[in-house]
């Protein structure tokens, strides 16, 4: 099955080293039978169209959704183009917040503050463990969303718009090593450091990347099936 990452953002360069960037991060989680095409939409680079890929992944970014960049308008475009296709459409933290604002929903820097390291989430009904990193949240749903994911601080933490269309706010690509280098690399001085530090106390504990990653798989392949 053929997936295009619309990547919203770079990563940073200390972290591609040791742990790839964003086309690496999610080929890894989602697993082998895909084949990935990255679009770097942050760079003006976009695809033709929703039938450019058979399944659709939005990225993770630093930026906010609400921000003024130029390439967010055209994103939005693309994004309610893939789900009235019905093609598959999966976004992650920056992509799921963009998701909900570019089908009706609101993105806002949530008062509350951070979100970072292990979190715990209740999706679908059961418990599962993953890392976050976020202060932008999901705070007005868009029509016909439904919450599949949420805990008392993310209240928005997971939704599905339609039948082909999912979200999560935190990041199933990101393991243990990732968020101990991420702490390092963007976290000083930008997030408070009492959450930094409850981060860093949470890395020995397991989270359940590989049962998303999983779930997301199948998600794909039984869209691309009932097309």
């Not at 475009?77 to 598959?88: A, T, Y």
């Not at 609101?106 to 509350?112: D, L, N, P, S, T």
């Amino acid at each position: 099955m053929h997936l295009g990452l619309l990547q919203c953002g770079p990563t940073a360069p200390a972290l591609d080293e040791r742990h790839g960037g964003y086309p690496e991060l999610y080929a890894a989680l989602i697993g082998p039978g895909f084949d990935w095409t990255t679009w770097r939409v942050f760079d003006g680079d976009f695809p033709d169209g929703p039938d450019a890929a058979e399944g659709w992944l939005v990225s993770g970014s630093k930026f906010g959704a609400y921000e003024d960049h130029d390439w967010i308008a055209p994103l939005e475009r693309l994004i309610r183009g893939i789900h009235d296709s019905g093609r598959p459409l999966v976004g992650i933290c920056f992509g799921h917040q963009v998701v909900a604002q570019a089908l009706g929903g609101r993105v806002e820097k949530f008062a509350g503050g951070w979100a970072v390291g292990r979190q715990t989430y209740t999706l679908e009904g059961d418990t599962v463990h993953l890392n976050a990193w976020h202060q932008d949240q999901v705070t007005q749903l868009p029509p016909g969303a439904e919450v599949i994911a949420t805990n008392d601080f993310a209240r928005t933490a997971g939704l599905r718009i339609g039948p082909a269309t999912l979200t999560l706010q935190p990041h199933p690509e990101f393991g243990r090593d990732y968020v101990a280098d991420l702490i390092d690399a963007r976290g000083r001085g930008v997030v408070p450091e009492p959450l930094l530090d409850g981060a860093r106390d949470g890395l020995g504990q397991p989270v359940d990347n590989a049962r998303i990653g999983a779930w997301l798989a199948d998600f794909y392949r039984a869209h691309k099936e009932a097309r």
